[in-house]
């Protein structure tokens, strides 16, 4: 008998239908013997109709109310999800956030889940309930209702299954699970049987949407053993079948591991580049220009400062490109005129690549093989950035499929390596 | 400055245009130096969709998941109303039952209020805050969401009011008050600027679904003076117009209210006449023929049972029309062979008309010239029932009407009697 924890995003939430086939699905596992905690999102579609209702109403709303309102997708959820558990023939029993309490800091709209009581939950789970919780909202210390941001189902289903030391965490979603590279860039792509956390945690921030980042993060800090898989097989696969399927989040560096020196290649299309030219190389400069775009709430992601030439650098970041116009505005306006900078360039067609790979500790010229397979395909690079497990590049958008498609065959990834 | 507090139906939050107009409503009365706890229903129509999708899924689902699923209608309301008094200028925060608490006992989907803690709110108000909390909800001792059944955010308002010690409860409603009968039977019906509330209580339980009765006795039972009125004038109508427009129901019997020995006519055509014929005078057959009716959940309004003749009696009731089928037949598998009553006859065809007034305790002849009035009619009179401030009578259906305008004409109800 295991403890498991089962999230299922909206779209396996989708109808009445589907939360059938969910109730199917977690009945069987119910019935091999298992304890079962289920995390439901909201009906797909929910949170963004209840959005537009505060939409139509006030673009000001208050985010304190905006949380009391889509709290209730969820709440939505997991009372079907229970009512369908009944019909199966299960005991079950649904909890919004603050019944468990999930407690949170009193950030609304990205909360952050700071304890988790589970004793109600345990004591249901001990007298055979299978019991269905809230993802993506918790209660603040004043007892306001919080949650967790887009997404943040996930982050639910993985702080409490860290809370209860849940022997596995299981998110059904609509892949199948990790994949080496974007299936429908690179036909060739294959899904991972395994990856570890570091990896997942720079492919999820690099732009692979199938988990959010917050929620691997959660699951590295308390080593929550997470597997991603597709909730669209057919429910009554064999459960052994099921349990091996998708992509294990692994905590073990196991040797096969440490042969795939890279695992995965991430890109993202979302960015812009911008950079401030001939701005004088003084201490300080870098705060000076993020620091404004900072206090304008826009997020900025690969950051290059080079050398500078008679006591002049360039500085070039990155921003999404739905902040690039009022980022570009917002340096003419305040940036050039204060610190003397020549102009300010930007190129909102750009992309990012990114290989990914544990191995990359240990091995020597990971780096060099991929620029070599750019340059071969004259790809020119126009930044860089590299971390531990990671190497990126930003070039023209015009190239990302072809870059994606031969860093993939450069680095092997289409053979197995974990079957 | 008046602690007030609004209640708003379904209708009246029908659309985000309608919570805007609420909100703009709310904003008067607090511009005019009033503190304003303000009580909406669930956007009409978003409770049965709920249950819709319950319905899709399961008939057999626990009450307990029920009323997690139906109270997120009037969160929505709240959070959305809130978001309209924001735009408005005011500050305003949302409570669901829970959180204020309004604390209930457990009878999941009909639950009874047990105890309202204020501290929260009275804060909110003395910080200059409106507060807006669900209809409809409560928690019971367990942390379960409760629902106090349909029509329920009456009472929520009524007693927030009363543990508030409000100075008046306004309930705005898609009619403008409380009138002699109902307008669309009898076009010289007159609307009541004032009514007693034991008027009121029977008025509601004969069919007048202006008011839930259980709204009304908590009302009666603390005292709460209560207004019905017109969410449909315009919102910006003067508001000393608006306070005194609809009908108050009173707790003070001043003269005026005794003069009026008939306040209204109240009908209802939902019921369905049972009579068992035959039936040995026995002690204890009241029981034995009620008790299993009792037992499958049907309710009874009318009995009656005449004086016997060779030891045999007739037991006539009255059910809603609903249960008529099931009663009947319930009756004629399991009552008649066991009690040995010679047939069980029926009739769904009835309706029961009542008059009511206070002044009918002092007034001596009232129930004689109703009889008269119908008899004048030639409307056949099948079962009288009688209290100390109405007297009810039971009809064949199709003289409803008839009966309802010669009454409201021998009563003198077209004449104002207390404008």
Known sequence: MALIVHKYGGTSMG??????NVAKRVAKWVRAGHQLVVVPSAMSGDTNRLLGLAKEIS???????????A???????VALLCIALQAEGLEAVSYAGWQVPIKTDSSFGKARIESIDDARVRADLAAGKVVVITGFQGVDPNGHITTLGRGGSDTSAVAIAAAMKADECLIYTDVDGVYTTDPRVVPEARRLHSISFEEMLEMASLGSKVLQIRSVEFAGKYRVPLRVLSSFTPWDIDLDVEAASGTLISFEEDEKMEQAVVSGIAFNRDEAKITVVGVPDTPGIAYQILGKVAEANIDVDVIIQNVSHDGKTDFSFTVHRNDYARTMELLETVVVPTLGAQQVVGDPKICKVSIVGIGMRSHVGIASTMFRCLAEESINIQ?????????????DEKYMELAVRALHKAFGLE?????
């Open 15 to 20: 109808s009445t239908e589907r939360i059938r």
């Open 59 to 69: 673009d000001r709303a208050s985010p304190r109310e905006l949380d009391m309102l």
């Open 383 to 395: 930044m860089i950035t590299t971390s531990e497990i990671k190497t990126s590049v930003v070039i």
């Open 71 to 77: 709290s209730t997708g969820e709440q939505v959820s």
């Open 415 to 419: 053979e197995a390596r974990d079957a």
